[in-house]
């Protein structure tokens, strides 16, 4: 096999020195950790950072601050993740792994706020801290730090680091489809902006060192229940709202009709997408009562910015075109904080097209 990306792969060598030198030796005590909610990429970089680095002979122990959608679970390794939020024992154990841990990794998040109740106790770990991630406006908690906001995932940086540490010839194909599904699933299946020609030649290797696309992509994306059609369905036909003057399309959704169709962690992922499909739409956004706070999702095309949108109203933050945000108002008062917010950007919206 030939590696179509050769010696420049656009990582900080520094960095890259740095991160050889704190593995040198072998036998590290590692946690991996990701955001809560974990999603493909947060999961399939954790998870294949884990393959790796196994390999190469460190104890390595994925904590995941809460559950992550059923989706997921075929992912190689899950059944090894240690759920912090599952109960008290679980804490515990997270909190001594990461306590005693030579090295964390911190993936495809920017701030320990993402991790919930864990970054008080990843922050005051004495472990050397490595972030890896692609986010906007990464905040300074890592002693190692890979922030590419220009990679469209951070299972695109994974593959580039381990393949940095000269690490290509680890990649079997379990390690290759946790990040083919984070790089598929972040770029939109290979459609938003950020799928560079970069990503196509990191993708190109991940096929080579055997990663089973089409598998990974029906086992994403054509394992739905029953009840998450269904329930996308009824957004569709009930609850999608069109402001034309906007340029905006928005779904609201309560917790009581979370509840009428069975909602699991992962089934309203993807339906924002909708909104943001529709002819003359740039702004997209889905609000939903998750009852201890209602979280937003908003997606954008062309120029508006959501990451600043979300920052600004929704205590959020994310990607230019892909951000989220949350609000401890109820739902109708949220709604209404956000059309505020859509009128006040009414003219910028408006004039995009
Ligand atoms: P999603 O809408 O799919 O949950 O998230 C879209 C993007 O925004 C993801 O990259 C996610 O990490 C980020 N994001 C979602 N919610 C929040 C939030 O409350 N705060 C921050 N900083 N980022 C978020
Ligand atoms: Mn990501």
Redo the contacts with the bound molecule.
């Keep these: 096999m030939t590696a179509v990306l050769t010696a420049d792969l656009g990582l900080d060598a520094a960095s890259i020195e740095a991160l050889r030198a704190l593995l040198a030796g072998g036998g590290k005590r590692i946690v991996i950790t990701t955001?809560h909610?974990p999603?493909a990429d947060?999961l399939g970089s954790s998870l294949g950072l884990a393959r790796y680095l196994q390999k190469e002979g460190h104890q390595v122990q994925v904590v995941a601050p809460t559950d992550f959608p059923a989706f997921l679970d075929w992912m190689p390794g899950r059944s090894q993740v240690l759920q912090f939020d599952k109960s008290a024992q679980t804490r515990a154990e997270a909190t001594r792994l990461a306590t005693e841990a030579d090295i964390i990794f911190c993936l495809?998040?920017?701030?320990l706020?993402?991790i919930n109740d864990f970054g008080p106790i990843v922050g005051a770990s004495p472990a050397a801290k490595v972030n890896i991630d692609h986010?906007l406006l990464p905040q300074p908690f890592a002693q190692v730090v890979f922030s590419d906001t220009s990679a469209a995932a951070t299972a695109e940086l994974i593959y580039l680091v381990i393949a940095a540490l000269g690490g290509r010839g680890q990649i079997d194909g379990p390690l290759a489809d946790c990040l083919y599904a984070g790089i598929m699933t972040?770029t939109g299946s290979f459609r938003h902006g950020s799928t560079t020609a970069r990503i196509h030649r990191v993708i190109a290797e991940l096929i080579e060192l055997g990663a089973d696309n089409a598998k990974v992509h029906r086992l994403i994306y054509d394992t739905n229940s029953l009840n998450r059609v269904r329930f996308l369905g009824y957004c569709l036909a009930e609850k999608l709202v069109v402001l034309p003057e906007y340029k905006t399309a928005y779904f609201a959704i309560s917790a009581e009709e979370l509840k009428r169709f069975h909602i699991q962690t992962g089934d309203t992922?993807g339906i924002?997408n909708y909104a943001l499909s529709l002819e003359g739409i740039v702004l997209g956004a889905?609000i939903i009562d998750r009852t201890e706070m209602v979280?937003?999702?908003?997606?954008s095309a062309a120029a508006f910015d959501v990451?600043t949108f979300?920052?600004r109203y929704?205590?959020?933050?994310?990607?230019f075109n892909?951000?989220?945000?949350?609000s401890t108002d109820d739902l109708p008062r949220t709604i209404e904080r956000f059309l505020q917010a859509v009128a006040a950007h009414g003219a910028e919206l408006a004039a995009l097209g």
Excluded: P
């Design positions: 955001h909610k999603d947060a495809d998040f920017n701030t706020e993402r986010h972040d992922e924002v889905i979280k937003m999702s908003f997606r990451n979300a920052r929704f205590e959020g933050g994310g990607h892909a951000a989220g945000g949350k």
